[in-house]
């Protein structure tokens, strides 16, 4: 997630990957809607689209390059955090569909940053009083997914893209060989990687139903490379026809690495916790 000094095209990058990918899912499921025919399992709908958040309690770890050295930090436990979370999917026939995903995390860890380590032409590099370190993840995934079995149980399976793009900053006093010298370092980067869901649906009414998805991303080359990998189980209860609460817990693992100058740049962070979301279908 990290590092490479952020160009001018960045931002329209960013923006534009992002946006093409969830224009991409939206674009299909208003396509592909109108042709569903026969009657799908009662734990599927034809359209479905859910607003919520994830409120996780994260362990965070961090390097970060700096012209003098890396800057690296413990394993972080800062506390819970909230995060927005939207989600689409659409049926196409009775077994088929697209699922939409997007999430972002952001967070601040003031004076938790830590440094020792030998680079260059330097014999060593330590943080001097406080540290601070920022960190922002998105990430969006598009999959076409093939829905397996009949009546109130379904399997499904999924193939499709996962776009990510992560920024990190640190700002610190370092000593250096005995001297006090101030860095402060702000990186980003994306990438485009594989992505594989497994799931199972199961309706114990129409209106009152359980699931369970896992999905991993992995990318093991280019300068932004690593996996993303995330489990989730909960309920969905509709207490009128279209409009329901779906709650849910989840765990989440992000292990990205950014390769390039004089040394790698690493984010980890596991987030763990519920999810609530306001789900409509159509």
């Keep these: 997630m990290l590092l490479l000094r952020s160009r001018p095209f960045d931002r329209t990058a960013r923006f534009g990957a992002l946006g093409a990918l969830a224009g991409t899912g939206a674009l299909s499921l208003l396509c592909f ?9 009662p734990a ?14 994260p362990k965070f770890s961090a390097s970060v390059e700096t012209p003098y050295g890396v800057l690296r930090s413990n394993e972080l436990k800062p506390g819970r955090v ?6 689409a999917d659409v049926l ?9 995903d997007y999430y972002r995390y952001k967070r601040d860890y003031e004076g938790q940053v830590a440094g020792n380590t030998s680079f260059g032409s330097f014999d060593s590099l330590s943080a001097i009083g406080n540290a601070n370190l920022s960190a922002q993840l998105d990430f969006a995934k598009l999959a076409y997914k093939w829905w397996l079995g009949s009546g109130n149980t379904v399997f499904g399976l999924g193939a499709g893209a996962a776009y990510y793009r992560a920024t990190l900053g640190a700002s610190a006093l370092v000593g250096v060989n005995g001297q006090v010298r101030s860095v402060s370092e702000r990186s980003s980067d994306n990438a485009i990687a594989p992505l594989l869901e497994v799931g199972v649906r199961h309706a114990i009414t129409p209106d009152l139903r359980l699931f369970a998805d896992a999905s991993g991303v992995w990318k093991s080359s280019g300068r932004f490379h690593g996996n993303i990998y995330n489990a989730a189980a909960g309920v969905e209860w509709f207490p009128v026809k279209n409009v329901g609460l779906v709650l849910s817990y989840g765990v989440t693992n992000i292990d990205l690495t950014r390769e390039g100058g004089f040394a790698d740049s690493r984010l980890k962070v596991r987030l763990q916790g519920p999810s609530a979301f306001l789900k409509a279908r159509f």
Excluded: K, N
């Excluded at 809607?33 to 399992?41: G, K």
């Excluded at 196409?92 to 939409?100: A, E, N, P, T």
């Design 44 to 57: 599927l709908d034809r359209f479905s689209f859910s607003v919520g958040a994830f409120s996780a309690d």
């Design 92 to 100: 196409i026939g009775d077994s088929q569909g697209l699922s939409f």
């Design 82 to 87: 909230t995060m927005p979370r939207i989600s």
């Design 33 to 41: 809607a109108p042709f569903a025919a026969a009657e799908p399992s």
